[in-house]
């Protein structure tokens, strides 16, 4: 949205009793950006946020100790990232996150369930199939429920792709969870499909690479066809196997996708390296010398923003990645892909300007983690820092060329011990969204809705001096943060 809004006035003032023209424009960007950081306490408050505009409201509707207390040992907690059912019947209705735990499982939140003890049901059972350290989210384009696993390293059982192939209809703990084992194995976080279908993820890792898997059959309508076969590419950025390291410049510039597989999800000789269960090693392969990934410092989430011209911009946040090797001047950066174009920009890190104070957020902005994208298409950040002391960060970028100018505090946590985790807006009411408390010090994850209510539209005086017809060529602003 504009820095400011424009609206004639004959207009404000034909509608004042009524809800605003911009129906569809979001008001999650009219807020006061705030300074400083919180004293992390209130371990139980079901209002653990402080907001950034009279306008927000905030309101748990699920927690693990009321699961845990009906139906016991269904909840393993850490709930983690946060995806919709975006398509299909009574889209926009559930909510499912993972559980990012040693023994991980899927739930479901029906927002339509007005009944708090009703509501949320473990739709994959803690522990199936071996399942851990659950963290990816992401609906599907043929209506499935895609996480995965954020553990990876050398001889593990791990780093794997799964779909909930039933997700609207399963009952408790009867979720069909299915490996897509055509993905190589990474410690996976971000998941993100772009407007052909292509899915993008990373490697978790202190020099993990970026992703891409064209399916062979991307318009499948189900996820057996969509992975059936296809090929995975990892990004290497100019002449690649470079690796940002805890001091080292942000990695920019032309890129190009890499093959790390054959076009069926085989082995791609001289380049693959083939695990013992047939399945393929994402991140030895991208280091291959014939593909030169490039290594960022622990790659986690993902968005993708449309623009105007029809183009996309993939998002990722590298949240260990430094310029100084000074952890108290600002650590991790925000990356933005032109996937038109293929150009890597860096869109926000410590030297992006706070919107608060005029200068470098330095400090203040530490360990972005995850990406979430409004009605608008703005970008919001959620850091992850230890014991609660964390923000999420509203980034402005206002000609949508992949830098943010500035950025600025939105909300920040006051729960001690915890942790802020999948930001998700609301794809069908843009003033609403949701985002998780997760491991908390009395261990009682949450899931809290945030809501933004317009601001009263002002009408000055001087609009009741004129006439109609001056009335009509004079206009309203609305200051935006």
Do not use: C
């Amino acid at each position: 949205m504009n820095a400011f809004r424009l609206t004639l006035i004959a207009a404000a003032v034909a509608t004042l009793i009524a809800p605003t023209v911009h129906a569809a424009a979001t008001e999650f960007d009219n807020f006061t950006p705030m300074t400083g950081n919180t004293t992390p306490q209130n371990p139980g408050s079901a209002t653990p946020y402080k907001l950034s505009s009279p306008n927000f409201s905030q309101q748990t509707i699920a927690d693990r100790k009321t699961q845990t207390t009906l139906v016991p040992g269904s909840n393993s907690g850490s709930w983690d990232m946060i995806a919709a059912n975006e398509t299909g019947p009574n889209a926009g209705r559930y909510l499912f996150m993972p559980f990012e735990t040693g023994t991980g499982g899927v739930q479901r939140i029906d927002l339509w369930d007005n009944n708090y003890n009703t509501r949320t049901t473990t739709i994959v059972a803690p522990g199936t199939n071996g399942f851990v350290s659950g963290d990816a989210s992401r609906w599907t384009p043929w209506g499935g429920y895609l996480t995965a696993e954020e553990s990876w390293g050398t001889g593990s059982s791990k780093g794997r792709l799964f779909e909930v192939t039933n997700p609207i209809t399963a009952a408790a703990n009867s979720g069909n969870f299915i490996q897509r084992t055509i993905l190589p194995r990474v410690s996976h976080e971000g998941l993100t499909f772009d407007k052909n279908n292509n899915l993008y993820f990373v490697d978790e890792l202190n020099g993990g690479s970026v992703y891409k898997y064209v399916s062979a059959n991307p318009f499948a309508t189900n996820g057996n066809d969509f992975f059936a076969a296809g090929q995975t590419f990892a990004l290497r950025v100019g002449a690649g196997g470079q690796f940002e390291g805890n001091n080292a410049p942000a990695i920019t510039g032309a890129s190009s996708w890499e093959a790390i597989t054959d076009v069926n999800g085989g082995v791609l000789a001289g380049v693959s390296a083939l695990l013992g269960d047939g399945t393929i090693d994402g991140r030895v392969s991208a280091d291959n010398a014939a593909v030169k990934g490039t290594g960022f410092n622990r790659p986690e989430d993902m968005e993708i923003q449309n623009l105007a011209n029809g183009n996309q911009l993939l998002y990722f946040t590298t949240t260990d990645s430094d310029d100084d090797g000074n952890t108290a001047t600002g650590r991790s950066r925000v990356y933005s892909i032109d996937l038109g174009t293929s150009e890597v920009k860096l869109f926000a890190d410590s030297n992006t300007i706070d919107m608060a104070t005029g200068l470098a957020a330095g400090g203040e902005f530490k360990n972005a983690d995850n990406l979430a994208i409004d009605a608008e298409g703005n970008i919001y950040i959620v850091e992850d820092q230890d014991g609660g002391v964390e923000d999420v960060w509203f980034a402005k970028d206002e000609n949508r060329d992949g830098v943010a100018e500035s950025i600025a505090k939105w909300i920040s946590l006051t729960t001690a011990g915890a942790e802020s985790t999948g930001l998700y807006f609301d794809k069908f009411n843009p003033n609403k969204a949701y985002i998780n408390v997760q491991h908390p010090t009395d261990g009682i994850d949450r899931t809290v809705m945030l809501t933004a209510a317009p601001a009263a539209v002002p009408v000055p005086d001087a609009v009741w001096l004129f006439g109609s017809a001056l009335a009509g060529m004079i206009g309203l602003r609305r200051r935006k943060a």
